[in-house]
């Protein structure tokens, strides 16, 4: 394949267009707010995020370009189909169940991050400890998007992989680190756009091109192979469900979800832009659907691809690009290649942002310097803006098993942290001791399982296991669901438990080593407890909120300007039963 000269120009020219918008909203951050909250700035964008550019940039966080390829991936390969591209529904779904159920909440009490709660009411030690699938989760999955990414620009203007990831994640890197979330969220309206346009204006060059069939027919009949529309297996239900339950429960607890529901103005907004993103994304799911079914409807020896197919040379997960390079013209290739790497940009710079604010204010803020300044903590965030930026780009480039290791981190997510974000806002009781246990049942429950990506094989052997061609047992138990309903179990038992335990005078106070139960009243459990125990506070949802976080734990999660009436509800007063 010969260098284009053309693609090159077009994605120069698309990247500097980006740059330029990320450039201008740092701009924008600099001049919004005062000085003592620009840690706040740059990680809610300053809470006045209003409904379109929210919308835009919820919509983009997860229409990235794992969404858009692997929805056309799912579509072409044969015996899975459309059945299984759950991507579209699931993700939907969870932004719904999101907007319902756990952004008026966040966003009401004025949190910072997705992990506040969790210091607030268990401590800064198991913060620290849900930091880590939380970071594993963002990490993993910038990198996994960043090998797709090189790999994709590679196939339609062949050029070197290595350098179109390093320029891709440089550019993405950049505009982070200078404006936080506000150049996050513009840019994201501008690849928002371009994903939409680039995708819509393929699809029709493709479906007229001669070698495809019409996709309506092949949609139920078998004619190059079997049809799009696919098939659930009988004995692939449970498997079906366990990956749609991970889909949507699992796509909740996200920093990247909850960086834009906490930005907004208010909780009733940040419930709106969750359903507005769950309809964006369905409606953005529908070219990579289009063209996963165009693809196989395709007599590839009829293209300049020629034989064998792109499922025979493993190349499936590339059917969007192979699409683009070999049934458009080469002009419509580049404009949807632009397309293509736009959604891995709106997906990548969300999550080194998520990674970069949990680390600065959860871990290196709250954990070790309490009374740091906010000058101090907006360098904390750039530098590990730009270290986890390089630290992604390594793995993309280094890793062999990127999308394994992403897989199970998002495993994690799903396991370990939505019960235990369930318990922290819906569960009355809860402490300490049961998030520990909860935390390392599910953990130890989802390792046993196994991961056929990275070649690990399960110590525990479900009903309905089989071994695949590399001798590696996949379960088609959903035992991922089982990890995650054991983990929400083991901490609200473990922690009434300990309750009884320690109030009923079982065991001697000294033995609450956690200060969890019977040392309520300690320094650090007052600190936990001042937002929940504030009677002269009160919430009003409508009012800006921009604390100060250079002075101590407590002032920290105390959110004066916000607060307008006393919220009694039992997430609010869980620390006050103990």
């Not at 964006?280 to 395709?298: D, E, K, R, W, Y």
Request: glycine share 8%; net charge negative; hydrophobic share 50%.
């Amino acid at each position: 394949m010969a260098f284009h000269v053309e693609g090159l120009v077009a994605i120069v020219v698309f990247y500097l267009a980006i740059l330029a918008v990320g450039i201008w909203a740092a701009w924008k951050t600099k001049n919004s707010g005062s000085e003592g909250d620009r840690s706040e700035a740059i990680i809610v964008g300053g809470r006045d995020i209003g409904l379109l550019v929210g919308g835009f940039t919820m919509t983009a966080t997860w229409v990235g370009g794992g969404y858009i390829n692997g929805t056309a991936e799912a579509v072409y390969v044969p015996g899975y189909g459309l059945a299984w591209a759950q991507a579209p529904i699931g993700y939907s779904l969870s932004l719904v169940l999101g907007g319902l159920f756990f952004a008026k909440p966040m966003r009401s009490k004025g949190y910072v991050t997705m992990l506040d709660p969790f210091q607030q009411l268990y401590g800064k030690r198991m913060g620290g400890l849900l930091f880590i699938p939380a970071l594993m989760g963002e990490m993993f999955w910038a990198a996994a998007i960043f090998s797709a990414l090189g790999a994709t620009i590679s196939v339609i203007i062949d050029i070197n992989v290595n350098i179109s990831v390093i320029i891709s994640a440089l550019i993405a890197t950049m505009y982070t680190l200078v404006g936080g979330l506000y150049s996050v969220a513009y840019t994201d309206v501008v690849q928002l756009f371009c994903i939409f346009l680039g995708l819509w204006i393929s699809v029709p060059f493709a479906m007229s091109h001669p070698a495809v069939t019409d996709i309506g027919f092949t949609a139920v009949h078998q004619v190059h192979q079997a049809p799009w529309l696919g098939s659930i297996n009988s004995l692939d239900i449970y498997t079906w469900l366990d990956n749609f339950l991970l889909l949507t429960l699992g796509g909740i607890p996200w920093q990247a979800y909850f960086q834009r529901v906490l930005s907004s103005s208010s909780a009733t907004y940040a419930q709106v832009l969750s359903f507005l993103a769950a309809f964006g994304c369905l409606v953005m799911a529908l070219p990579a659907v289009l063209i996963g079914a165009i693809g196989a409807s395709t007599a590839w020896n009829d293209t300049d691809y020629g034989f064998p197919d792109p499922m025979a040379n493993k190349e499936a997960d590339m059917i969007l690009p192979i699409v683009l390079q070999y049934l458009c013209p080469v002009y419509i290739s580049f404009f949807g290649l632009g397309a293509v790497s736009a959604a891995v940009m709106s997906s990548a710079d969300s999550s080194i942002l998520s990674a970069s604010s949990m680390f600065a204010r959860n871990i290196y803020q709250l954990s070790f310097r309490q009374n740091a300044s906010d000058r101090e903590i907006v360098w904390v965030m750039r530098i590990t803006v730009f270290l986890f930026g390089a630290s992604a780009t390594a793995m993309a480039l280094l890793a062999s098993s990127v999308y394994g290791l992403w897989y199970l981190s998002s495993d994690l997510v799903y396991i370990i942290i939505f019960p235990q974000l369930l318990c922290v806002l819906f569960i009355k009781g809860t402490n300490t001791y049961g998030a520990i246990a909860g935390y390392l049942f599910g953990l130890v429950l989802r390792i046993t399982g196994g991961e056929p990506y990275l070649y690990l094989q399960p110590l525990i052997y479900y009903p309905g296991c089989y071994p695949d061609e590399n001798n590696i047992y996949i379960q088609r138990f959903p035992f991922k669901t089982l990890a995650m309903l054991t983990s929400f179990f083991t901490n609200i038992i473990v922690s009434y438990l300990a309750k009884y335990l320690f109030e009923s005078g079982t065991l001697p106070p000294k033995l609450d080593f956690l200060d969890a139960v019977v040392a309520r009243y300690s320094r650090e459990h007052m600190d936990k407890a001042t937002l929940v125990k504030s009677d002269n506070i009160v919430l009003n949802e409508l009012a800006p909120v921009n604390p100060r976080h250079s002075l101590t734990l407590s002032s920290t999660f105390t959110n004066k300007e916000a607060f307008n009436y006393v919220d009694s509800s039992p997430e609010l007063s869980n620390t006050e039963d103990n």
